[in-house]
T-cell receptor, first 116, second 114 residues
């Protein structure tokens, strides 16, 4: 049971380039989410999904797209990278078929992205 | 809407001393509260969570936290700090309404001096 996995671990992009951050979980969790972590700001929610085919915006969605075609995978796309998107990105998932607020959320190891 | 405030971005204690990390929350509905720990270059790991069953919650590695509704607080404590406790700690809140996502505080970096 690998839990939540993310690839790549590190990435350097030039302004305007696009890329996809991969996230997968093998716990059959319905709820998945993406956060970005910036110094002194904690983690902020970018997008989330409550199941395959269902996604919604979080606090800071601009510049990012997501899709959820399977329960296991939840990729995050940067269409045109900007220096303001330099950050550490975490994917998370939690179980339960009812979206309660008590479920433990499991985090991946993170992707450190630098945009030049 | 919900929010979390962590007082003190950096806390330094001596090995063996009491650890106290402060967290205050704001929520218009009954909250669920979490403490996560992040070791350098790693993801977040759950320390403990409050889900309304008991106000004093015990977690891993000897940490505990007490939910105080009157003070809207959920402070994290450990009686005796170990060097291995040096990490960043995040308090988070979620609810059963809205996005049901975690809202995080800005984090507290704990240093443990020998």
């Amino acid at each position: 049971n690998a839990g939540v996995t993310q690839t790549p671990k590190f990435q350097v992009l030039k302004t305007g380039q696009s890329m996809t951050l991969q996230c997968a979980q093998d716990m059959n969790h319905e709820y998945m989410s993406w956060y970005r972590q910036d110094p002194g700001m904690g983690l902020r929610l970018i997008h989330y999904s409550v199941g395959a085919g269902i996604t919604d915006q979080g606090e800071v969605p601009n510049g990012y797209n997501v899709s959820r075609s399977t329960t296991e995978d939840f990729p995050l796309r940067l269409l045109s990278a900007a220096p303001s998107q330099t950050s550490v990105y975490f994917c998370a998932s939690r179980g339960g078929h009812q979206p309660t607020g008590t479920d433990t959320q499991y985090f991946g190891p993170g992707t450190r992205l630098t945009v030049l | 809407a919900q929010s979390v405030t962590q007082l003190g971005s950096h806390v330094s204690v001596s090995e063996g001393a009491l650890v106290l990390l402060r967290c205050n929350y704001s929520s218009s509905v009954p909250p669920y509260l979490f403490w996560y720990v992040q070791y350098p270059n790693q993801g977040l790991q759950l320390l403990l969570k409050y889900t309304s069953a008991a106000t004093l919650v015990k977690g891993i590695n000897g940490f505990e936290a007490e939910f105080k509704k009157s003070e809207t607080s959920f402070h994290l404590t450990k009686p005796s700090a170990h060097m291995s406790d040096a990490a960043e700690y995040f308090c988070a809140v979620s609810t059963d309404t809205g996005r049901r996502a975690l809202t995080f505080g800005s984090g507290t970096r704990l240093q443990v001096q020998p």
